[in-house]
């Protein structure tokens, strides 16, 4: 079993600048890939970033790059999202995941564990 609690979102103007933190708790961070889904007001959640077990490999969503950048620190069993030049459509609720196979999860169904999200508002 992994655990994992999101911190870090709020609200912020558009421009502006946020870095959200997941730690996982459970079993040791660097035997699962991890990742960020987001989920707007009435639409589906969608992915945002993942990262590898080493953290050697991300990947991000078409809308995100060049804007957000994923890392992870496996001695501190945390990952992060750091997120630039926000902009009003990255209004969401942010999920952080798990998945335990190898390589770098970019669907949602490959993730096998889920906190329970934290809110980001990004104002006009």
């Known amino acids: 079993q992994v655990q994992l609690v999101e911190s870090g979102g709020g609200l912020v103007q558009a421009g502006d600048s946020l870095r959200l933190s997941c730690a996982a708790s459970?079993?040791?961070?660097?035997?699962?890939?991890m990742g960020w889904v987001r989920q707007a007001p009435e639409k589906e959640r969608e992915f945002v970033a993942a990262?590898?077990?080493?953290?050697?490999?991300?990947y991000y969503a078409d809308s995100v790059k060049g804007r957000f950048t994923i890392s992870r620190d496996n001695a501190k069993n945390t990952m992060y999202l750091q997120m630039n030049r926000l902009k009003p459509e990255d209004t969401a609720v942010y999920y952080c995941?798990?998945?335990?196979?190898?390589?770098?999860?970019?669907?949602?169904?490959?993730?096998?564990?889920w906190g329970q999200g934290t809110q980001v508002t990004v104002s006009s």
């Open positions: 995941a798990a998945d335990i196979s190898l390589g770098v999860p970019k669907k949602l169904d490959d993730y096998d564990y």
């Open positions: 459970g079993r040791p961070s660097s035997s699962y890939a």
């Open positions: 990262i590898s077990r080493s953290g050697g490999n991300t």
